[in-house]
């Protein structure tokens, strides 16, 4: 495969201004007829009067130009597409080719999806469609007609507006889409299928009436009201937070339940993965919900930022996805609390960022060359790409960065621009310089902030002085300090808040958070008028995704986590408090939990708070995140403390969370309010820490709460729970569950996944096992993810089992699936990729796997790129 490099990117050669496109749509043999107007790109100078179209996989039909079929010898097709040796400036280009969905496992394209064909256009899917310049920078307008058998698909979509339908003699009819928005030819979109259609209407702030239609399988459509009332509600936010209306008179989004990631912004039709969309609280969990409010938001919000402002290349890929995700992040902080929603996606941030951005595949925010821009849909991409948005915002001040926004979307609304022209805008909107910002977006690695303070109570004064180290990144040996927000507090004895007065500065400001900009590698911050020691409250919000290093002690991060009035503060304080305590029993598996400590956490628990956050507050870091603390990661002794951390927390506590569990155990099961949500949550800890600790009350609430039935969330935790625990009360309970829920795929998935990620010795053998299950579909995604995607990534103590045997499985399993999917078998390997992380022997096993994997696979670029890059 082709390095492809930012330093390369050229405006292209060619416009189309206008794209006609027929298909005539069956699952085994699709016509597609394409009509272009092309014309050469003025901005660009003449270089051999070729025409290059990218196409694969297409079986060409007929082609013309101007109306005049072309003889063979004017034009030359190969693998990857197609070359006109000789075009005039402007002309008519009309192409018929074959396709075949029903063998399109790859999901890119055009595909079956059980009954109903539908597309995949980003990033590279349009040229398995047609041929075509396939590249974000091309805008043109499109009318697309399609036509099927009647029976088969009753209901045929695409992008913008319907604007003619026939019945044809033949059985077949025929409906026709304008989309007046130019686009990029990865948001076109098409679906058609036997689909119900559930319908509301939302009324823009310019009065403006708008269609909603959410398509699902027959009988499905009473599970869309969550997501219908998620669609209503980001539609307005959207008006009110960033003034953006909806542009098109409908707005569509289908769910199907074969698909490669979450959902598609494609332009008016948007295409989600069904798990995204369906919800009931018998069929969903609490988890469920809040991620459909969130991804029908972030779909939709691309409409202005990806759609109506695209990218120009696809090293621009953050510009629209970072942007996306830091507005879904608020949009969703205000349907819940702030502090949680903050708190879970820091988690997610530490969980997945920042172990990649310490590995072999770290890589900008704005990377500089790919092999396969599917591999780059990162969480780089996405989750930092969003901090730095965050970040920007944070500098600005909500009115600048409003202001910001507000001259990105009047100054290049229409166009497809990059990275660049977005903080340009941010610039010119504040007045301020982002010059050494810019970095963020080219430099790789996770910044080390390191933090210490002094006081001194002669001058009354206390100093913070910070260091910041970006770690070498692979092909970025030396990197330069960056510029970030650093948001802190300080607190007085009584928990006060207190000013953050900066010497030099003439009058205090008001007590509470204020913002320092650190800019040089060392920094000192000098705070004047303390007659005592303050305790500093640091990085608060997390407002620059780094590593934190502080010289709290221990009594400083108990005082926080008792008084910051910051609840993600308090949340920040605890854990530091665990993972102190969880790498202390890591190493000394003799070391207690002291007193202090648990006395702490009974008042965490008994606090007057939202249950959400004390549920946050409460659960430990993940066997993962502290693997990330150690030089070598010690798979064994991580889960002995964990376990042995939730036994003793379980058993200390073993009062309060009986009575935090009566106390929560009549929320009504299908309550999705915050308040019921955060009590399930909590309940459901104090349940784990009961079963835990072994507690034979403990067993019979799990018990009871999964035979009560009646709301996805507690029944999931007590199924876990009892796998975990394992034994007849395990067994039997999988055989009902499955009894229960046969006929729900999506619940299905859940089934697999609590099995595959069960700590114990069998549960390799049983993986194995599940996947000769009748239930179990390598075709489908979502059930590859719940099987061998949880087990790999969610189960290290088997996964990562001495022997090697859970590798040896992964690799098996990506073998099996590159040929079918690469894209998602380049998405599963992830695991692997880490290898040096681990004790030599892990290593040595982990690395023969990914070497098997390059011998005997490693076809697609996809699973190449990044088996290349771990091994190198
Ligand atoms: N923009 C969408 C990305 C996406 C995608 C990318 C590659 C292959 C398949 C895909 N399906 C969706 C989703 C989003 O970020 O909103
Ligand atoms: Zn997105």
């Known amino acids: 495969p082709q390095l492809i490099r930012l330093a390369d990117y050229r405006p292209p050669e060619f416009l189309i201004d206008a794209v006609e496109l027929c298909f005539e ?40 130009l101007d109306g005049q079929p072309l003889p063979p010898d004017a034009y030359r097709l190969d693998e990857q597409g197609l070359t006109l040796w000789q075009v005039p400036e402007r002309f008519r280009l009309d192409s018929r080719v074959a396709i075949h969905p029903a063998r ?197 919000f691309h409409n202005w930022t990806g759609n109506r402002i695209t990218c120009r290349d696809w090293f621009q890929l953050s510009l629209k996805e970072g942007l996306t995700v830091y507005r879904e992040q608020e949009f969703a902080a205000g349907l819940f609390s702030p502090s949680v929603q903050r708190i879970r996606d820091v988690r997610f941030l530490r969980a997945q960022q920042f172990p990649e951005d310490a590995g072999p ?41 409003r202001r910001g926004m507000d001259l990105y979307f009047a100054r290049h609304d229409g166009q497809a621009v990059t990275i660049e022209d977005f903080v340009r805008c941010m610039e010119e909107a504040s007045g301020r310089d982002l010059g050494q910002f810019r970095r963020w977006y080219e430099q790789a690695g996770t910044p080390e902030l390191s933090i210490w303070g002094g006081y001194d109570p002669t001058a009354q004064t206390y100093t913070l002085h910070v260091r910041q180290f970006i770690p070498p990144t692979p092909g970025q040996l030396v990197k330069h300090p960056l510029h970030l927000p650093l948001a802190i507090g300080l607190l007085g004895e009584d928990g006060r808040e207190l000013p953050v ?51 709290l002690t221990e009594s400083d991060r108990l005082f926080l986590l008792a008084h910051d009035p910051d609840g993600f503060g308090r949340w920040e304080a605890g854990q530091g408090l665990m993972q102190d305590l969880l790498l202390r029993l890591v190493a000394d598996p003799k070391a207690s939990l002291p007193a202090e400590f648990i006395e702490a956490f009974r008042h965490a628990l008994r606090a007057k708070a ?79 820490y009961l079963m835990r600790a072994g507690n034979p009350e403990g067993l019979e609430l799990c018990r009871m709460q999964f035979g009560k039935g009646r709301n996805l969330t507690d029944v999931l935790a007590a199924l876990r729970l009892l796998v975990e625990r394992g034994g007849d ?65 969610h189960n290290p103590i088997c996964f990562h089992a001495a022997d090697g045997a859970g590798y040896c499985l992964l690799a098996d399993q990506v073998l099996q699936l590159e040929p079918l999917n690469p894209q998602l078998a380049a998405r599963l390997l992830k695991p692997l990729i880490r290898w040096r992380r681990f004790d030599p022997q892990r290593q040595a096993l982990m690395r023969a ?24």
């Open 25 to 64: 749509l069956d699952p085994e043999h699709t016509e597609v007829s394409a009509r272009l107007s092309i014309r050469r790109n003025p901005a660009v100078g003449q270089a051999n009067g070729s025409l290059r179209l990218a196409g694969e996989g297409l079986e060409l039909l007929a082609l013309a």
């Open 104 to 300: 399109n496992t790859a999901l890119e394209g055009l595909y079956q999806s059980k009954d109903i064909l539908c597309t995949q256009c980003e990033a590279e899917g349009f040229r398995r469609i047609s041929f075509f310049l396939d590249r974000p920078d091309v805008l043109a307008r499109y009318r697309t007609t399609l036509i099927a058998d009647r029976k088969r698909f009753p209901v045929l979509l695409a992008n913008g507006n319907p604007i003619e339908r026939a019945e044809l003699p033949d059985g077949r009819h025929r409906v026709t889409w304008e989309d007046p928005f130019p686009k990029p030819c990865y948001l076109f979109a098409l679906v058609a299928g036997d689909l119900e259609c559930v319908e509301d209407r939302f009324v823009t702030a310019s009065e403006r009436e708008v269609r909603l239609q959410i398509y699902v399988e027959p009988q499905k459509g009473e599970r869309c009201a969550h997501a219908m009332q998620s669609l209503k509600q980001a539609m307005r936010w959207d008006e009110v937070r960033f003034g953006r209306e909806y542009d098109l008179d409908v707005f569509m989004i289908v769910a199907v339940s074969h698909f490669n990631m979450g959902a598609m912004e494609n332009k008016g039709l948007n295409l989600f993965n069904d798990r995204y969309v369906l919800a009931s609280p018998q069929t969903a969990t609490d988890e469920d919900f809040a991620h459909i409010a969130a991804i029908v938001a972030h779909e939709y």
């Open 361 to 401: 595949l770290a890589h900008p925010v704005r990377p500089d060359s790919y092999l396969e821009i599917n591999n780059f849909y990162t969480a780089t991409v996405y989750e930092k790409g969003a901090e730095l948005i965050r970040m920007q915002a944070t500098l600005l001040g909500p009115e600048s960065f």
């Open 501 to 551: 007065w900066l010497a030099g500065e003439p009058e205090p400001p008001a007590a509470g958070t204020r913002v320092l900009e650190v800019t040089e590698s060392e920094q000192h911050f000098v705070f004047v008028g303390l007659d005592a020691r303050p305790v500093p409250s640091l990085l608060r919000g997390f407002s620059a995704p780094v590593k934190l290093k502080d010289d």
């Open 610 to 688: 939202d249950p959400a956050l004390i549920a946050e507050v409460l659960t430990p870091p993940s066997e993962e995140e502290l693997g990330e603390q150690m030089a070598v990661i010690d798979v064994e002794g991580i889960h002995r403390a964990h376990r042995l951390f939730g036994t003793e927390l379980g058993r200390h506590l073993r009062e309060d969370w009986i009575a935090v569990y009566r106390d929560n155990a009549e929320a009504d099961p299908s309550v999705l309010t915050p308040e019921a949500v955060g009590r399930r949550a909590l309940n459901n800890l104090a349940l784990a």
């Open 729 to 793: 009360d395990a067994e039997a309970a999988l055989a009902e569950f499955y009894r229960r829920w046969s006929h729900e795929p999506l619940v299905i998935d859940k089934w697999f996944a609590v099995q595959a990620t069960a700590p114990h010795r069998e549960t390799l053998v049983r993986v194995v096992t599940l996947l000769h299950h009748p239930a179990y579909d390598p075709g489908n995604p979502n059930r590859v993810r719940s099987l061998i995607g949880a087990f790999a990534a």
């Open 849 to 872: 796997e990914l070497v098997r994997i390059s011998k005997q696979g490693a076809r697609s670029p996809d699973v190449f790129e990044l088996v290349s890059k771990a091994c190198s």
